[in-house]
């Protein structure tokens, strides 16, 4: 799953709907009583935020190792990688399994390959985004705490193309839908009648706070160019 979340979210080579797919067929394949850790880095591997600042060769990571001696990556001086990482784990976080956050993913710390990946930890002097980006993982974790669907729903996609993907998980008489954009900002109308536990009639965004009205079944959602949006009853 790993190689389908930074093809997809980080580098922008594979449609959005993979990692869904490759999800549900794992999920498919262990089934319910195999709970399995979802991460977007670890130990072994390049960064997410330098995969999406594009200073990674390819999603392999070939070339890292050496990258890291000769020309560490920077943090990203931009905001489109952090948006890049926001969408990563606004998926991480919403899906079946327990997700693991390699410490400093979730202040965006960058790094190549091993040993460059296992840099010393950044505590303060963070940028702006980097701070906005672990005020983020923050309010999704406490969603999915407060949300039971968040941590043993039932999984399903809702709709993808190549820039777009729209995933659900629902049960025990809760739900969360989630929807990501890698595109230009773009509106998305997201059917809901197989959602299960969703009774709402609005739903409200875990990370900016807007709500959104549940009509004829379906819910219309402004989503920004690589942006990422959460909601919950």
Known sequence: LYWEIVGAFARGEIDMGKPADVLAGSLAFYGS????SNFLGNHDIARFISHANGDIQDKWSNGAKELGWS???PVPAVAAPFSKLRMAFAF???VPGIPLVYYGDEVGLPGAGDPDNRRMMQF???SAEQQAIK???AKLAKARLMH???????FSKLMSDANGLA????GSGDAAVAVFNRGDARTFSIPLAGVSGLSATQLTDVLTGKTFPVSGGSVSVDVPALGAVVLVP
């Open 148 to 154: 039971p669907a968040m941590r043993t729903g039932s």
């Open 92 to 94: 991480l976080m919403t």
């Open 124 to 126: 303060d002097g963070l």
């Open 33 to 36: 009583n195999s709970i399995m």
């Open 167 to 170: 995933i659900a998980v629902s």
């Open 71 to 73: 020309n560490p990556p």
């Open 135 to 137: 005020e983020d993982v």
